[in-house]
């Protein structure tokens, strides 16, 4: 985050015994101390509610398209248009096989009319 060398920090140090003197500054770094952890602490709660939102976002994009694009009425659609075709299918194979069939001639044999009269 800081590019803070080490002799950055040691000027700072002596800086600060020298203007606050030695029987405060081990106070004063314990305040400090608890004040960059608590900036720390607030830091990582802020990223991990952007993070958390970030996902809530995405989860909610990828539920949009599925909801636009849904399949299960895809499906029934294709087997709607299945279904329509097995029935062309049916029909024409029954007209090619009314086709093929022998065509029903009257009897007009002589051994049917002997048994009747």
């Known amino acids: 985050m800081f590019d803070i060398g080490f002799w950055e920090l040691t000027v700072i140090a002596v800086v600060a015994l020298l203007v606050i003197g030695p029987e405060r ?3 004063l770094a314990r305040t400090a101390g608890k004040w960059v952890g608590r900036a720390r602490r607030f830091l990582g709660t ?5 993070e958390r939102e970030l996902q809530t976002d995405e989860l909610r994009r990828i539920l949009e398209e599925q909801s636009k694009s849904n399949p299960l009425e895809d ?3 294709e087997t709607r ?3 329509k075709d097995i029935d062309k299918a049916g029909a024409s194979l029954k007209s090619d096989l009314e086709d093929t069939k022998p065509k029903d001639k009257p009897a007009t044999s002589e051994t049917g009319k002997g048994a009747h009269g």
């Open 25 to 27: 500054l081990p106070g």
């Open 46 to 50: 802020v990223r991990a509610d952007i």
């Open 75 to 77: 499906i029934v659609e």
């Open 81 to 83: 248009e299945a279904v």
